[in-house]
């Protein structure tokens, strides 16, 4: 059985640091590469960042109902197809998905199951620092950031666990930890109780 875990964060909160971090530590796990209509930016690779499609693609796709969830950001699209869940489930393993809330709110209604983690910044000052940091934006998008990160936190209480990114080696922790717990929980593990119940049939 595959578990899906779906992880939030506004932009500049360490999200993709810690989703690759977890990745190399659970080789059985899989990522879902989104679906975008935006083009390249940098070193951004096609296949490994997004899978890059136009515009007109992207809504060819939809009209085919090809994605699980789907959303527009910034006038862009960017979705999750359906091909990855069932490509995970083929091979054995748990999907990790790294979508943002609306996302996560349409695929928590498709698969109920699913484990949610919103991660985090420890205050807006930090994000702030954060995202200057990186020196990819201009200030005009980073007050953007900035004013999208305060309605995305909003949500947080749709989340099973709220993850604040204060320190990367202790974040990772508790993220791995959560990815443990999900893959025990017992409606994943009924198939391998069952045959323990037996034994004690007299």
């Known amino acids: ?8 964060a506004p932009s500049g909160s360490g999200k993709s640091t810690l989703v690759a971090r977890l990745l190399a530590r659970f080789p059985d796990l899989t990522f ?12 951004e690779a096609n296949g490994k960042d997004y899978h890059f499609v136009s515009r007109e693609e992207f809504e060819r796709m939809l009209s085919r109902d090809e994605f699980l969830e789907w959303a ?13 869940l069932e490509s995970a489930r083929a ?5 990790v998905l790294d979508i943002d809330v609306q996302g996560a709110r349409q695929l928590k209604s498709q698969i109920p199951e699913a484990v949610t983690v919103f ?17 990819e934006d201009s200030g005009e998008v980073i007050a953007r950031r900035l004013r999208d990160a305060a309605e995305e936190i909003r949500n947080y209480e749709a989340y099973d666990y709220v993850l604040i990114n204060r320190d990367l080696v202790q974040s990772d922790a508790v993220l791995s930890a959560i990815v443990c717990a999900g893959r025990v929980r017992r409606s994943r593990m009924e198939d391998q109780i069952h045959p323990i119940l037996e034994t004690f049939q007299v």
Do not use: W
Request: aromatic letters at 10%; zero cysteines.
């Open 72 to 84: 527009t950001v910034f006038g862009n699209y960017y979705g999750t197809h359906r091909g990855i």
């Open 119 to 135: 991660i985090l910044p420890p205050s807006r000052q930090v994000l702030e620092e954060r995202l200057r940091a990186r020196g």
């Open 32 to 43: 879902s590469v989104s679906y975008t209509s935006r083009p390249l930016r940098g070193a």
């Open 1 to 8: 059985m595959t578990t899906v875990f779906i992880i939030s």
């Open 91 to 95: 091979q054995g393993k748990d999907l």
